[in-house]
């Protein structure tokens, strides 16, 4: 008798161990440190509000300080006014969340416990899919009509693909896709267009080997960007910031980015090895941004 009680549980537990319901799967950890980043920018009014701001701003300088004699190009910086003065005027304006809105990249990658890396970025490039930033394509309109020649300078890289063999720089012909679905202004010219790696001497993401082409022709009278490296090299702009920080409002244009940029790679310089994998890199690159915290005013952050 004792036996068969034994059994009958054993028989009784069965359901009730199917019957369980299953564990939920955990949320992927990697990159999880960019999540309110993303949904900042994805889903705050205020950030809307933010680049309305900026765009809003600019619009109002196109027939103030836009319209000056004068550069906004470091790069056109002591050359006689007079070799410029008659030129055609020109913005120069970044692309990625600057123009472009690529936080539904950035938002698969988190829901895959995903970083960035070059193979997924190129395939979401070529989706042509980007929306723009709010604020952004009116204000090019606005500058264009203006008389105005927009450029826009990317570090979107420039290389062949195996899924395009025959187009020489499919990320090119993607973002002009993108752009002409958005309806922004001087798309005609192939010139207007120039990203990284596109020629020999475009290969840095430093973009001032680009600003200086389009200083040869054209007198630049703004720029528009979310890195301060759309503007001027970080380094440069230690060593000058009394000088150049007035820039900013009148005729260069800062939007916010708190997902990536120069700023994050400054702090976390130096935290991987080559020979690391990459979950070793990603853990290191974490303490890296944990040590740069201030915990206290006047502190300088563990190196």
């Keep these: 008798m004792k036996k068969l009680i034994v059994a009958l549980l054993g028989m009784l537990s069965i359901p ?4 369980r319901p299953a564990a939920t799967p955990a949320l992927p950890v990697t990159a999880r440190e960019q999540l309110n980043a993303t949904l900042w920018l994805q889903r705050a009014t205020e950030y809307e509000l933010a680049t309305l701001q900026v765009y ?3 619009t109002e300088r196109l027939t103030t300080v836009i319209a000056a004699p004068g550069s906004a190009a470091t790069e056109q ?4 006014a007079t070799q410029f003065a008659t030129l055609p005027t020109a913005i120069v304006v970044d692309l990625d969340e600057t123009v472009l809105d690529n936080t539904y990249y950035q938002a698969r990658q988190l829901l895959q ?3 960035y890396d070059e193979a997924s970025w190129q395939a979401w490039m070529q989706e042509a899919a980007a929306t723009a930033i709010p604020g952004a394509v009116e204000f090019l309109r606005l500058a264009a009509a203006a008389g ?5 300078v990317t570090n979107r890289l420039c290389q062949r693909l195996e899924s395009s063999p025959d187009d020489p720089c499919p990320a090119r012909t993607a973002t002009l896709r993108n752009l002409r679905v958005l309806g ?7 010139e207007s267009l120039m990203l990284r790696g596109e020629r020999p001497q475009w290969s840095s993401s430093d973009k001032s080997v680009r600003r200086s082409a389009i ?10 960007g979310d890195d301060l490296r759309d503007f001027v090299d970080r380094s440069v702009f230690e060593s000058r910031r009394g000088e150049l920080t007035h820039l900013f409002g009148t005729r260069w244009f800062l939007l916010p980015n708190p997902i990536y940029g120069s700023w994050e790679r400054e702090l976390t310089s130096g935290a991987c090895a080559p020979s690391m994998s990459a979950a070793d890199c990603g853990a290191q ?9 201030k915990p206290q005013p006047g502190v300088r952050p563990t190196p």
Aim: zero cysteines; hydrophobic letters at 45%.
């Design 16 to 19: 009730l161990a199917v019957a």
């Design 285 to 293: 690159t974490l303490k890296r941004k944990y040590q740069q915290l």
């Design 77 to 80: 910086w002591g050359v006689a």
């Design 56 to 58: 809003r701003l600019a």
């Design 148 to 152: 105005h020649r927009i450029f826009y």
């Design 184 to 190: 922004l202004p001087n798309l005609d010219d192939p």
């Design 215 to 224: 200083a040869e022709r054209y007198r630049i009278v703004a720029l528009v």
């Design 113 to 115: 416990g995903r970083e």
